[in-house]
């Protein structure tokens, strides 16, 4: 995977990045995840993103280059991890919703829990950067120059398995179909709509 392939608006991304690896290679071993769910965001003509209202410095990495990673705090408990889409100077990001743990699963369950389940190791944003190990400090990172947390290519997804949808648990433009996930893949988190839901008008 190359800067080229990111280099589109990140609701045409999204869905491409479905069966792409994310790695991390960490002191205590490596721990990789086949995307399984994600959902775009498209700067400031979206009321959902962090860019909506402009550049500041909390979101200044989804303004470009294609490529790396913003990682920010959700509700002050969990990090949750995007990747960066589109042409630089112009925000656009997609947000990893949920993987499949392919390398690195006791490491992954140490970091999550002995008792979480194979299946739901990196089903929901949060879970997934606590299973890789992502946190604040892999903000802004390349991930594709060989960094510490890398994405690569990995088995093509037929078209047939993929499904689209309603973002999940944001409060504005929550109806764009935007979320693009894996049919009938245990991994994929489920859908809630946000009690602060507004109506919004179609992307």
């Known amino acids: 995977m190359n800067v080229e392939d990111l280099a589109h608006p990140a609701e045409e991304v999204a869905p491409e990045l479905l069966g792409a690896v994310l790695t991390h290679e960490t002191p205590e071993g490596t721990v990789s995840v086949t995307i399984t769910e994600t959902e775009a965001y498209s700067g400031t003509a979206d009321p959902a993103s962090h860019a909506y209202r402009g550049k500041t410095p909390r979101n200044a990495v989804m303004f470009g280059p294609a490529g790396h990673l913003y990682v920010y705090r959700s509700h002050g408990l969990h990090w949750c991890a995007n990747i960066v889409t589109g042409t630089e100077g112009v925000a656009s990001a997609v ?6 743990v392919i390398e690195g699963e006791d490491l992954a369950r140490k970091w999550r829990g002995d008792k979480v389940e194979s299946p739901r190791l990196a089903r929901g944003p949060g879970n997934l950067c606590q ?3 992502v946190t604040a400090e892999h903000n802004g990172t390349d991930l594709l120059t060989g960094a510490a947390v890398t994405l690569s290519e990995g088995e ?5 398995l993929i499904r689209v949808g ?3 648990g944001v409060s504005r433009a929550h109806d764009w179909q935007h979320r693009f996930y894996l049919a009938g893949d245990p991994t994929v988190s489920a859908y809630r709509l946000s009690p ?3 109506p919004s008008a179609g992307a």
């Open 95 to 100: 947000l990893i919703r949920a993987g499949r």
């Open 166 to 168: 309603p973002r999940v």
């Open 131 to 133: 299973a890789l190990g």
């Open 196 to 198: 602060r839901a507004m």
């Open 156 to 160: 093509p997804v037929p078209a047939a």
